[in-house]
């Protein structure tokens, strides 16, 4: 007997915009609750979950099942950067990021699509990204 699996995958892919002016300042060091990232590092987190909100965001070695393990794979393809999240959760999964651009010390805030629950979400940047900080992460409802 034989059983027939059936994967969905679902991929959107956003070339992501700077929602800030140039002349904004943001100061990522007094965000709370937040992961760094730089090209070429893929980041396996657990985070402490109360309500829809997601907190105490730990990089993992060895996940396991419970509870859901999100993930964060910052890659250059080709001239372009993307960020690749999984999301586990039963929910839709939304952040917010911070951009540092090569050559620059401050930080620019762009913007990310909600990933769906199951699912993969794709960023692509054409910027020289050196560094992205995500934050405000929480659990929402499908649309």
Known sequence: MSI???????????AATAVASAGDK??????????????????????QQSGNALTDPKEVKNPTEKPPTPTFDFRKMGDNLILVTKNPFAQDMQ?????RVKGRKDYFET?????KSGLLGLELWQDPIEELVLFDFKLTDAD
């Open 4 to 14: 027939a699996r059936t994967f969905k995958v679902l991929l959107f892919t956003v």
């Open 111 to 115: 913007s990310i699509v909600p990933v």
């Open 95 to 99: 952040f917010r990021a911070l951009a």
């Open 26 to 47: 943001v100061d990522p060091a007094k965000l709370k609750d937040k992961l760094t990232i730089e090209p070429g590092k893929k980041l396996v987190v657990q985070f």
